[in-house]
């Protein structure tokens, strides 16, 4: 079954404690993309890849980090979370760049 | 001025009515256009992809595209209580430009067909 798999889906933390959000697809997608829901405010791109090794900042990149050295994985790092990163984030890729997204399920953070 | 604009609604129409769900964007070299759903407690999915002036129909849906006038729509016809979501246009800047991975999405219509 095609898919884009995140991990954890809620996770509750606390300020400046590190935390990896993983994302994982198995369609041999080329791009991947992080976008983080508010409400009021839509979805925000974070972060995309075009391919393996590149990577580039959507809208709201502050306090966030990627990495894509495998095609299939494209984790969500958060070096020092802060309240203002509580949100629902969605990892999702595309045959091609920014095309017909598939979405994973969905992650909700809460940073204390 | 917002890259994306949708009206947030919510708009609620009868069950059997037309629903008409309109977009505006900003960037006149934008390319691609997208219709995605998304019901509460869940993903955004696909409905529809449109890249040129016109209409494009997929079953009782049909986007709309006018790139003259910056705007895409959606009309879903036959509303059903079903299709009761949260409905997200995306924007794609086109090949060549620095935002060529960046898809921006308005911040979604609330939909709510009543039977």
């Known amino acids: 079954e095609a898919q884009v798999t995140q991990n954890p889906r809620y996770l509750i933390t606390v300020t400046g404690k590190k935390l990896t959000v993983t994302c994982s697809q198995n369609m041999n997608h080329e791009y991947m993309s992080w976008y983080r829901q508010d409400p009021g405010l839509g979805l925000r791109q974070i972060y995309y890849s075009m391919n393996v090794e590149v990577t580039d900042k959507g809208d709201v990149p502050e306090g966030y980090k990627v990495s894509r050295k495998e095609k299939r994985n494209f984790p969500l790092i958060l070096e020092s979370p802060s309240p203002n990163q509580t949100s629902l984030y969605f990892c999702?890729?595309?045959?091609?760049?920014?095309?017909?997204?598939?979405f994973g399920e969905g992650s909700r953070l809460t940073v204390l | 001025q917002k890259e994306v604009e949708q009206n947030s609604g919510p708009l609620s129409v009868p069950e059997g009515a037309i629903a008409s769900l309109n977009c505006t964007y900003s960037?006149?070299?934008?390319?691609?256009f997208f219709w995605y759903r998304q019901y509460s407690g869940k993903s955004p999915e696909l409905i529809m992809s449109?890249?040129?002036?016109g209409d494009k129909e997929d079953g009782r849906f049909t986007a709309q595209l006018n790139k003259a006038s910056q705007y895409v729509s959606l009309l879903i016809r036959d509303s059903q209580p079903s299709d009761s979501a949260t409905y997200l246009c995306?924007?794609?800047?086109?090949?060549?430009?620095?935002?060529?991975?960046?898809?921006?999405f308005g911040q979604g219509t609330i939909l709510t067909v009543h039977p």
């Open positions: 995306a924007v794609k800047v086109g090949a060549g430009g620095t935002s060529y991975g960046k898809l921006t």
């Open positions: 449109i890249y040129s002036n």
């Open positions: 999702a890729s595309s045959l091609v760049a920014a095309g017909e997204l598939f």
């Open positions: 960037d006149r070299v934008s390319q691609s």
